[in-house]
């Protein structure tokens, strides 16, 4: 089993590289989907959740409000650490859990958003960095995601630069021209991947 952690900031198209290695044969172990599964309606991490937040962070419907709940972490390092307090651990036992259930010879990606931010690059035998200028994230955030800019910076200034995501990389992905041009990126990556995993 190879283990390939899969990162970029946001807005750099990572889904698109992950939804490609999927589709190439990579086991896909989602940081973000689990992250939304945790704390979903019923859970122990939503109870959890709300017991260091407050109600004001649900929706009518008892469902997480993420965009109150990412306001108000992303403006405070503090209440982020707390988040995170709650969420990671939750996150990294599904995620043992799903590795488990992999074939022997399978190529396992993580997408993992804060890979760098966290210090988790040691936990994986490659790590794949999709990468692209700060000027493209902000336009596609705006564009894509209906950010205000400073929204956007913001977002973008509360992660790991690009030096630092390409400071761990083994393989960065440029993630700037045509989807065509990105899918032939996909496809040298994956047959590195797949001979380092023995994979015939």
């Not at 995501?165 to 994956?190: F, K, Q, S, Y």
Request: proline content about 3%.
């Amino acid at each position: 089993m190879l283990r390939v952690g899969l990162t970029g900031g946001i807005g750099s198209g990572k889904s698109e590289v992950s939804t490609r290695l999927a589709a190439r044969g990579a086991v896909i172990i989602d940081a973000d989907e689990i992250a939304r599964e945790v704390v979903a309606p019923g859970t122990p991490g939503l109870a959890a959740v709300v017991a260091e937040f407050g109600t004001d962070v649900l929706l009518d419907d008892g469902s997480l409000d993420r965009e109150r709940l990412g306001s108000i972490v992303f403006a405070d390092g503090e209440r982020r650490a707390a988040l995170n307090a709650i969420v990671h651990p939750l996150v990294g036992t599904r995620m043992e859990e799903l590795r488990e259930a992999a074939p022997d010879d399978a190529v396992v990606v993580y997408d993992v958003p804060l890979l760098t931010e966290n210090g988790l690059a040691e936990l994986y035998d490659v790590v794949v960095v999709v990468d692209v200028p700060v000027e493209t994230q902000v336009a596609r955030l705006t564009a894509r995601r209906g950010m205000t800019e400073e929204a956007a910076r913001a977002r973008i200034a509360a992660q790991a630069s690009r030096e630092e995501r390409r400071a761990i990389a083994h393989h960065v992905i440029a993630n700037t021209g045509t989807l065509e041009e990105l899918d032939l990126r996909v496809g040298r990556l994956w047959s590195d991947l797949t001979e380092r995993a023995g994979v015939t």
